[in-house]
C-alpha cells in the first residue's frame, strides 16, 4: 500500500511537472501525504470518517459541509471542530497548509488515481 501511494505520488509529481504553472507544488503534496498519514489517516483512513461518518474528505461531502476551499479546511485543522482535535501548536503552519492541500481537491485526485487502478 505504501509503495502504491508512493508511486502514485511520484506519477503525480511528474504530471504537475508537465503542466505549467502548478498550483502548488510538489513538495507540498509530499509533505501533505506524509503529515496526512501520521496525524490524519486514523480518523481518516481512505479519506473516510470513522467518527463523523457523512464528513468524508471527498469531494461532494467537503462541498456539502463547506469544506471545499484550503482555507477552511486550514481553520479546521488549526482550531479543531466537534470530535476533531486542534492541531495548532502539533504541526506547524507550513505542515498545516500542505496537508490541507492533500486533504482537498489533492486528496480527490489520489483517490480518483487509485480507484482507477482498482478498477
Ligand atoms: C480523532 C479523529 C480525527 C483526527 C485525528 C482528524 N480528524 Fe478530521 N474530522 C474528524 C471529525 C469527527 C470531523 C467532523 C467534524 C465536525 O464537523 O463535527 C472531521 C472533519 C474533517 C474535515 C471536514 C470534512 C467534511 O466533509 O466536512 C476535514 C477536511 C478534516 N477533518 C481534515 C483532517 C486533517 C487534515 C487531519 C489531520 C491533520 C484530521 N482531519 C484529523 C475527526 C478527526
Not at 506524509?34 to 490524519?40: D, L
Not at 467537503?62 to 479543531?80: D, P
Not at 476533531?84 to 500542505?98: A, E
Amino acid at each position: 500500500m505504501r509503495t502504491l501511494l508512493a508511486t502514485v505520488l511520484m506519477m503525480i509529481a511528474s504530471l504537475t511537472f508537465m503542466v505549467a504553472q502548478p498550483a502548488w507544488a510538489d513538495a507540498d503534496l509530499v509533505t501533505g501525504a506524509k503529515v496526512f498519514s501520521a496525524n490524519c489517516a486514523s480518523c481518516h483512513i481512505g479519506g473516510k470518517n470513522v467518527i463523523n461518518a457523512p464528513k468524508t474528505l471527498k469531494k461532494e461531502a467537503l462541498a456539502k459541509y463547506a469544506m471545499n476551499s484550503s482555507e477552511a479546511i486550514v481553520t479546521q485543522v488549526t482550531n479543531g471542530k466537534g470530535a476533531m482535535p486542534k492541531f495548532k501548536g502539533r504541526l506547524t503552519d507550513d505542515q498545516i497548509q500542505s496537508v490541507a492541500a492533500y486533504s482537498g481537491s489533492r486528496m480527490n485526485e489520489v483517490h480518483q488515481i487509485l480507484t482507477a487502478q482498482a478498477l
